[in-house]
């Protein structure tokens, strides 16, 4: 499988179930996984786009350690795919504006928690590596994005 090919699995999959499973390692090493509703912009499509508070666990996690990993599943559980990659936290308003017109909706959790909708910060990945899963036919697929 061609790079394109994992990245557009990753794009429907988040498409299909608007959650996704991301992964940090704290000071001492130990990781943390957390639910988040992340997103792929269309002219950026080796990066997948969340939201955080500047001053949660995870932005603090990810400015000590970028090295993260994201986790998606389809509904049925036939396909598991799993994202290496750098996680940055950016700030630029114009990145804010376009990933909260993708996720904003779907925040609600989110806004209970955080309700000062201008305190977020963009977790940008980088994806580096892509490993799919087909638990069914008990196959495996691995590729280097960069």
């Not at 603090?60 to 994201?70: F, G, P």
């Not at 909260?100 to 909706?105: C, K, Q, R, T, V």
């Not at 000062?116 to 638990?135: H, K, L, M």
């Amino acid at each position: 499988m061609e790079s394109a090919e994992f990245i557009g699995k990753i794009e429907r999959l988040i498409s299909a179930s608007r959650v996704g499973l991301l992964t940090t390692v704290d000071a001492e090493g130990y990781p943390h996984n957390r639910w988040m509703t992340p997103t792929m912009i269309k002219d950026r499509p080796n990066f997948i786009y969340a939201i955080t508070a500047p001053n949660s666990r995870k932005a603090e996690q990810i400015r000590n350690h970028s090295q993260v990993e994201w986790t998606f599943q389809s509904t049925v559980l036939n396909e598991v795919i799993s994202v290496k990659g750098r996680a940055v936290l950016v700030g630029d308003p114009e990145l804010k504006s376009e990933v909260m017109e993708a996720i904003g909706p779907h925040l609600q959790i989110f806004w209970k928690v955080n309700e000062d909708s201008r305190n977020v910060v963009v977790i940008e990945t980088d994806i580096e590596a892509v490993s799919c899963f087909y638990p069914m036919k008990n196959e495996r697929f691995y590729r280097e994005v960069k």
